[in-house]
């Protein structure tokens, strides 16, 4: 199978030695779809009449085959719909993933949910409004939606939605203190917390505690499009990008002391990754360069274990800006896009890969 390969340089540190070893993103070659042969455009993003437009190169014309032998993936049902740059939680057994990006580049207020058991999708109640670049998670039965925005020119926004499955309705709740977009949104011990992001503001921590809001202490990177999730009693933020430049930086937040420290080990750089923690340990998958001439998705799964980032297993499908979260020991990577930055309009996914240790 013919292959397209971007090398990318990235420093792996462990304790006190480093090795510098080369990254090379695979993009699989691809195959014919008719949904697929789309001049590509991005509303918002053309100024003065100009376009870009995919032509000629097979690869930036048809749909990829996900790579089908990947030890531990596996593949389930398909979203009922091609979106991503969004993000989804687990809330009564079910998996929740609202809003994101599909078609052009329009942003979407349609909720999918699926069951794991049955291994089927459904259709639930939209959010109040479309958004793009939100953060999701559940916490004491209730599906939190926070910041994100309509358009990509739009500042980023400070809403608040919160879904009740008893009463299958979403309403809305007082705003974040500052809006945010590219973030994530981590449910633990009570509280939730906003990490990163672009921001109106500051780059402070954002805390919920079920009824207010407060600050807490500012990430020592500043980065949107990272991942971050509960690690041994610390939130761990995990890579990420800011002004266009990819960072592989990993720091913790301990809550019990409200402050953050940097880990002495770094994955390799990239964006709009999967982060999931199952079994003790931090799973992240693909990402991207977003560069429009020489940006790349990528397939590349690594794992961190508390002191080191060791490879695993390649996602099925060079993949970014998908949702990702564990359920039953397993990891979900569900949507997002096989094609970089503004090419991203024309390649958004629907599959639902399934990672099991």
Do not use: Q
């Not at 990177?221 to 960072?247: C, K, M, Q, Y």
């Not at 953050?260 to 998958?285: K, M, N, Q, Y």
């Amino acid at each position: 199978m013919a292959r397209h390969i971007v090398p990318v340089t990235a420093v792996a540190v462990t304790g006190r030695a480093s090795c510098r070893r080369t990254f090379a993103p695979r993009v699989v070659e691809p195959r014919m779809s008719d949904d697929d042969r789309t001049l590509l455009t991005r509303r918002r993003a053309l100024v003065g009449g100009g376009f870009l437009a995919v032509g000629g190169a097979t690869a930036w014309t048809f749909r990829p085959d996900p790579v089908s032998d990947s030890e531990g993936w596996s593949e389930r049902a398909r979203m009922p719909t091609e979106r991503g740059e969004m993000k989804g939680a687990v809330l009564e057994d079910r998996i929740y993933v609202p809003g994101g990006l599909t078609g052009l580049g329009d942003s979407t207020a349609r909720t999918d949910v699926y069951d794991p058991n049955a291994d089927e999708w459904e259709e639930g109640i939209p959010m109040p409004e479309p958004l793009n670049h939100h953060a999701a998670a559940a916490l004491d039965g209730t599906l939190y939606v926070v910041g994100g925005n309509r358009e990509f020119d739009d500042p980023p926004e400070d809403h608040v939605f919160a879904y009740d499955p008893d009463a299958d309705a979403w309403t809305e709740l007082d705003p974040l203190p500052e809006g945010r977009w590219g973030h994530e949104l981590v449910a633990y011990d009570g509280r939730l917390y906003v990490v990163g992001g672009r921001t109106t503001d500051t780059h402070d921590l954002l805390i919920f505690d079920g009824e207010d809001w407060d600050r807490g202490p500012p990430i020592p990177t500043p980065r949107d499009h990272l991942a971050a999730e509960v690690f041994e009693d610390r939130i761990l933020a995990v890579s990420g990008r800011w002004d266009g430049e990819n960072d592989p930086a990993v720091e913790a937040y301990d809550p019990e002391d409200n402050e953050w420290a940097s880990i002495d080990a770094e994955p390799t750089a990239r964006s709009g990754t999967a982060g999931a923690v199952v079994d003790g340990r931090f799973h992240l998958g693909g990402g991207e360069d977003p560069s429009t001439l020489t940006g790349w998705t990528t397939d590349a799964h690594e794992v961190f274990d508390g002191e080191n980032w060791r490879d695993a297993p390649a996602v099925p499908l060079p993949l970014h800006g998908p949702t990702a979260l564990t359920h039953d020991d397993a990891v979900y990577v569900i949507g997002g896009a096989w094609r970089h930055g503004l090419f991203s309009a024309t390649a958004w996914s629907d599959r639902t890969f399934v990672y099991e240790p």
